[in-house]
């Protein structure tokens, strides 16, 4: 035990005896692995408020507003933050009890769908790391992102009703509790001050998750509203039944809160979530002006004491919001309190596709927020006028811009125009940000648009992802890497070096080992822990195209079938992932995995040859297990559409090559990693420009590709589905007729690169130096990194 703790620990010893006499037990030997969970998370959560609060920069403070926090356990993460972690593992070596399995106790806490809600949880893990004050604002949802299971090779769901009352690391907060009001009507009082009679009200609660920096006792609370009131509503009563058809109509207000949207990339234009959005800006906007306000600043020094950054554009609502009050209550002239938005909101662009931008039907917006539809009338109609000044009288400019346009609320026009900086997430989406999404409002705002390349924490996707390799870096790396992710490159220097190699390498067969156990336990499949451990984990969606893997995976099969006697590297390709509930043909494409999986997997032939593992219920804690285990990260989207992807960074920095195509943030990693040891495949932007120009016909790809095509005619003619040629049909029919993602014309591409892949495995040195090198220069995608260019390029700008 460390001399520092050695009173921290004795305090802990203490509790521990207490919760021993509180549950009637003899002796600490007695509590269960739960018990003994609870126990050290509610100690451990009094015992980092009895340490001195560490120093933060509050020049400004940063309020981070996401409906998505998906921050995954919290547990082994703060006993590492807070340097407790060993000293709690030797504590509990007396009883015969492990740390990793109590650990295991503690259930994801999944209140986010992927990658954006993942992006949150790393940003305030590196913005308490690097003292930035700053507050996250969310929602306390009853029910995480749903439970997956299959049946029959389908994505079944059920609800994840995850514990939040029995959640040791939160507190209530009843000071903090506000009131939020909806519908009723609107009456002039003077100039732009309304008066606003609601006919709803419903209480916020809030509930503190600490967020705790990396040993710097830093605590900055994650914040998350819970809806309570007894009351019922009626969702009729704003809109006469016309926008429920989805929807139950009576609803308890306790509903609000209920349920995470499972959706991803992909808005939904329910009531009940516009009453989520709205509940969430309320609730967090009312929080930061009291905060501000009882600091003793007045309104007009708002903007240079606080930023609202949105976490894309579901947390909007802020800005008509802040507007609001600052009019209604405080008096402000709309000049006053235009300004005052305008230099305090900044708005962060996660994604291009269509389907994913948020538009609202303006009369349920009207009906629901009265207040808030005139103010945004009113933001469309001066921006009208500056649009006019600038381009003209041009109504193809206008419909392009317009906040208000054909009875829809459009919420990122309304961000670009309202906020002091927008920003995508990778390299190459900021930049089609401007030169697709928002070319002319690049020209009326030039200094708006910047790129911040996303990041991911190290602390949790290093040093508790794979503890055998952070030791490892631990041994070589002059410096605290956890704090400096750009200290890896001097991994660089002892690449060469025999004793790192083989330690490097052990450590990912041991990792692979404990994946394969993973996937015996889970899926009762011996895998070959010597196979290639090729890794796709993230949500299902066709831009992603799992479907392209998967057709790769059947024409090795048949290819393997027909020549079982040539050389292949074996492979042993791991899918995880989710589906959004209500999109088939992303479960269509699960359906076809498992399939083809269990046709794989029960052929002798092809035992430790080809094997296909999808794991169920792909989550925070099982992407630690998949992570350090994985030999190559398939990145496949099509260029253009995945805005920057994180897993990518993840999985390169713990060791695996990339296999993808020049999107996203592989673009970047490409960069800093080399050429030679990522594998690129595909179509580009441009050249995808060329080919659409051209006019893509996928069946033409199926005609004359008969390695394609017999892929293709196997899930087609119901091999994978006993005989029944429909059941696929939806993501054929896709494929055949549009193929939208351009799977096809890429799949020869992919092809070979996967060969190249099998190829260069069989040199392990080179690989393994390829592998290396990919832990040496990631550096560069440390959340910190992302952190500081937000505060250099946004935050703190001068
Ligand atoms: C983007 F628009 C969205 C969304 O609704 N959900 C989501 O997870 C992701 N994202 C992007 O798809 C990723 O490319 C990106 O890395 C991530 O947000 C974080 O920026």
Same mark, same amino acid.
């Given at each position: 035990?460390?001399?520092?703790?050695?009173?921290?620990?004795?305090?802990?010893?203490?509790?521990?005896?207490?919760?021993?006499?509180?549950?009637?037990?003899?002796?600490?030997?007695?509590?269960?692995?739960?018990?003994?969970?609870?126990?050290?998370?509610?100690?451990?959560?009094?015992?980092?408020?009895?340490?001195?609060?560490?120093?933060? +920069?509050?020049?400004?403070?940063?309020?981070?507003?996401?409906?998505?926090?998906?921050?995954?356990?919290?547990?082994? /993460?703060?006993?590492?933050?807070?340097?407790?972690?060993?000293?709690? #593992?030797?504590?509990?070596?007396?009883?015969?009890?492990?740390?990793?399995?109590?650990?295991?106790?503690?259930? +994801?806490?999944?209140?986010?769908?992927?990658?954006?809600?993942?992006?949150?949880?790393?940003?305030?893990?590196?913005?308490?790391?690097?003292?930035?004050?700053?507050?996250?604002?969310?929602?306390?949802?009853?029910?995480?992102?749903?439970?997956?299971?299959?049946?029959?090779?389908?994505?079944?769901?059920?609800?994840?009703?995850?514990?939040?009352?029995?959640?040791?690391?939160?507190?209530?907060? $009843?000071?903090?509790?506000?009131?939020?009001?909806?519908?009723?009507?609107?009456?002039? &009082?003077?100039? +732009?001050?309304?008066?606003?009679?609601?006919?709803?009200?419903?209480?916020?609660?809030?509930?503190?998750? $600490?967020?705790?920096?990396?040993? /710097?006792?830093?605590?900055?609370?994650?914040?998350?509203?819970?809806?309570?009131?007894?009351?019922?509503?009626?969702?009729?009563?704003?809109?006469?039944? *016309?926008?429920?058809?989805?929807?139950?109509?009576?609803?308890?207000?306790?509903?609000?809160?209920?349920?995470?949207? $499972?959706?991803?990339?992909?808005?939904?234009?329910?009531?009940?979530?516009?009453?989520?959005?709205?509940?969430?800006?309320?609730?967090?906007?009312?929080?930061?002006?009291?905060?501000?306000?009882?600091?003793?600043?007045?309104?007009?020094?708002?903007?240079?004491?606080?930023?609202?950054?949105? /976490?894309?554009?579901?947390?909007?609502?802020?800005?008509?919001? %802040?507007?609001?009050?600052?009019?209604?209550?405080?008096?402000?002239?709309?000049?006053?309190?235009?300004?005052?938005?305008?230099?305090?909101?900044?708005?962060?662009?996660?994604?291009? %596709?269509?389907?994913?931008?948020?538009?609202?039907?303006?009369?349920?917006?009207?009906?629901?927020?009265?207040?808030?539809?005139?103010?945004?009338?009113?933001?469309?109609?001066?921006?009208?006028?500056?649009?006019?000044?600038?381009?003209?009288?041009?109504?193809?400019?206008?419909? *392009?811009?317009?906040? @208000?346009?054909?009875?829809?609320?459009?919420?990122?026009?309304?961000?670009?125009?309202?906020?002091?900086?927008?920003?995508?997430?990778?390299?190459?989406?900021?930049?089609?940000?401007?030169?697709?999404?928002?070319?002319?409002?690049?020209?009326?705002?030039?200094?708006?648009?910047?790129?911040?390349?996303?990041? &991911?924490?190290?602390?949790?996707?290093?040093?508790?992802? /794979?503890?055998?390799?952070?030791?490892?870096?631990?041994?070589?790396?002059?410096?605290?890497? #956890?704090?400096?992710?750009?200290?890896?490159?001097?991994?660089?220097?002892?690449?060469?070096?025999?004793?790192?190699?083989?330690?490097?390498?052990?450590?990912?067969?041991?990792?692979?080992?404990?994946?394969?156990?993973?996937?015996?336990?889970?899926?009762?499949?011996?895998?070959?822990?010597?196979?290639?451990?090729?890794?796709?984990?993230?949500?299902?969606?066709?831009? *992603?195209?799992?479907?392209?893997?998967?057709?790769?995976?059947?024409?090795?099969?048949?290819? %393997?079938?027909?020549?079982?006697?040539?050389?292949?590297?074996?492979?042993?390709?791991?899918?995880?992932?989710?589906?959004?509930?209500?999109?088939?043909?992303?479960?269509?494409?699960?359906?076809?995995?498992?399939?083809?999986?269990?046709?794989?997997?029960?052929?002798?032939?092809?035992?430790?040859?080809?094997?296909?593992?999808?794991?169920?219920?792909?989550?925070?804690?099982?992407?630690?297990?998949?992570?350090?285990?994985?030999?190559?990260?398939?990145?496949?989207?099509?260029?253009?559409?995945?805005?920057?992807?994180?897993?990518?960074? *993840?999985?390169?920095?713990?060791?695996?090559?990339?296999?993808?195509?020049?999107?996203?943030?592989?673009?970047?990693?490409?960069?800093?990693?080399?050429?030679?040891?990522?594998?690129?495949?595909?179509?580009?932007?441009?050249?995808?420009?060329?080919?659409?120009?051209?006019?893509?016909?996928?069946?033409?790809?199926?005609?004359?590709?008969?390695?394609?095509?017999?892929?293709?005619?196997?899930?087609?003619?119901?091999?994978?589905?006993?005989?029944? #040629?429909?059941?696929?049909?939806?993501?054929?029919?896709?494929?055949?007729?549009?193929?939208?993602?351009?799977?096809?014309?890429?799949?020869?591409?992919?092809?070979?690169?996967?060969?190249?892949?099998?190829?260069?495995?069989?040199?392990?040195?080179?690989?393994?130096?390829?592998?290396?090198?990919?832990?040496?220069?990631?550096?560069?995608?440390?959340?910190?990194?992302?952190?500081?260019?937000?505060?250099?390029?946004?935050? @703190?700008?001068?």
């Amino acid at each position: 035990m460390s001399i520092s703790h050695t009173n921290e620990m004795a305090l802990f010893d203490n509790n521990v005896q207490k919760y021993c006499r509180f549950f009637e037990l003899a002796s600490p030997q007695q509590f269960t692995l739960e018990q003994w969970y609870q126990v050290i998370a509610r100690t451990v959560l009094e015992m980092a408020y009895h340490k001195p609060q560490g120093k933060v +920069d509050e020049q400004r403070h940063i309020n981070y507003l996401s409906m998505e926090f998906l921050i995954g356990r919290l547990t082994g /993460n703060n006993l590492m933050n807070l340097g407790y972690y060993e000293d709690i #593992k030797a504590y509990l070596a007396q009883y015969q009890v492990e740390l990793v399995d109590v650990l295991e106790q503690e259930r +994801d806490p999944a209140l986010g769908n992927g990658g954006l809600g993942r992006l949150a949880a790393c940003f305030l893990d590196s913005m308490a790391t690097l003292g930035q004050a700053a507050t996250g604002y969310g929602l306390h949802y009853q029910y995480g992102l749903f439970k997956q299971a299959f049946q029959d090779g389908k994505q079944v769901e059920s609800g994840d009703e995850w514990g939040r009352n029995q959640y040791p690391w939160h507190r209530y907060n $009843p000071s903090k509790t506000q009131q939020v009001h909806f519908g009723g009507k609107v009456v002039a &009082i003077e100039g +732009d001050r309304y008066e606003w009679q609601p006919k709803l009200t419903i209480e916020g609660k809030a509930f503190d998750l $600490p967020i705790v920096g990396y040993q /710097n006792d830093v605590i900055q609370p994650l914040r998350l509203w819970q809806a309570d009131s007894p009351q019922s509503f009626d969702l009729n009563q704003f809109n006469e039944g *016309k926008f429920v058809a989805a929807e139950k109509t009576l609803i308890k207000s306790t509903a609000l809160t209920q349920v995470l949207y $499972p959706n991803d990339n992909h808005r939904v234009g329910q009531q009940l979530r516009l009453m989520q959005q709205y509940f969430h800006c309320a609730c967090s906007v009312a929080d930061i002006l009291s905060r501000h306000l009882a600091q003793g600043f007045s309104l007009e020094e708002f903007p240079k004491r606080q930023v609202i950054q949105l /976490n894309d554009t579901h947390p909007t609502l802020a800005i008509p919001e %802040l507007m609001r009050i600052l009019l209604d209550e405080h008096q402000l002239t709309w000049q006053q309190a235009w300004s005052i938005c305008q230099q305090s909101f900044a708005y962060t662009n996660h994604t291009l %596709l269509p389907e994913a931008l948020e538009q609202w039907d303006q009369r349920l917006f009207k009906q629901l927020l009265p207040r808030h539809f005139k103010i945004v009338e009113k933001i469309n109609h001066l921006f009208h006028q500056q649009v006019k000044a600038q381009f003209g009288d041009d109504a193809k400019v206008w419909e *392009k811009l317009a906040i @208000l346009f054909d009875y829809r609320v459009r919420m990122a026009n309304l961000c670009v125009v309202s906020c002091f900086a927008v920003n995508g997430v990778a390299q190459i989406h900021s930049d089609l940000l401007v030169s697709q999404l928002f070319p002319e409002y690049h020209q009326l705002f030039p200094t708006k648009f910047c790129n911040v390349t996303n990041g &991911i924490t190290p602390r949790r996707w290093i040093q508790q992802a /794979n503890p055998a390799l952070s030791q490892l870096l631990d041994q070589t790396v002059k410096g605290d890497w #956890k704090k400096d992710l750009e200290l890896l490159h001097q991994v660089e220097n002892v690449v060469d070096d025999v004793n790192f190699r083989e330690a490097y390498w052990h450590i990912k067969q041991q990792n692979k080992a404990a994946l394969a156990r993973e996937i015996e336990q889970t899926l009762s499949l011996s895998v070959n822990p010597d196979a290639i451990f090729d890794v796709q984990i993230k949500r299902f969606h066709e831009y *992603k195209r799992q479907h392209l893997n998967l057709l790769n995976i059947i024409a090795t099969y048949q290819w %393997l079938k027909d020549n079982p006697n040539k050389d292949y590297t074996p492979r042993l390709f791991v899918f995880s992932g989710k589906a959004a509930p209500g999109y088939y043909l992303a479960k269509n494409i699960i359906h076809a995995i498992n399939n083809v999986a269990e046709i794989i997997n029960n052929d002798k032939q092809m035992k430790d040859k080809l094997q296909v593992a999808f794991l169920p219920d792909y989550r925070v804690s099982l992407a630690e297990k998949i992570i350090p285990a994985a030999d190559i990260s398939e990145q496949i989207s099509m260029a253009g559409k995945e805005a920057s992807g994180t897993g990518n960074m *993840k999985l390169a920095l713990n060791g695996a090559l990339t296999l993808g195509t020049l999107d996203g943030a592989n673009v970047e990693i490409a960069e800093m990693v080399g050429q030679e040891h990522i594998f690129l495949f595909g179509h580009t932007v441009e050249s995808i420009q060329t080919l659409l120009a051209e006019g893509y016909s996928p069946k033409t790809y199926y005609r004359n590709d008969p390695v394609l095509k017999n892929a293709v005619d196997f899930l087609a003619k119901g091999k994978a589905s006993k005989g029944d #040629k429909t059941t696929f049909n939806l993501m054929l029919d896709s494929l055949l007729e549009h193929d939208p993602f351009l799977v096809f014309a890429d799949f020869e591409s992919y092809r070979q690169a996967q060969e190249r892949i099998g190829q260069a495995y069989l040199d392990r040195d080179a690989w393994l130096r390829s592998a290396i090198l990919n832990t040496a220069r990631l550096g560069k995608f440390s959340s910190d990194r992302s952190i500081r260019d937000y505060q250099s390029r946004i935050w @703190l700008k001068k």
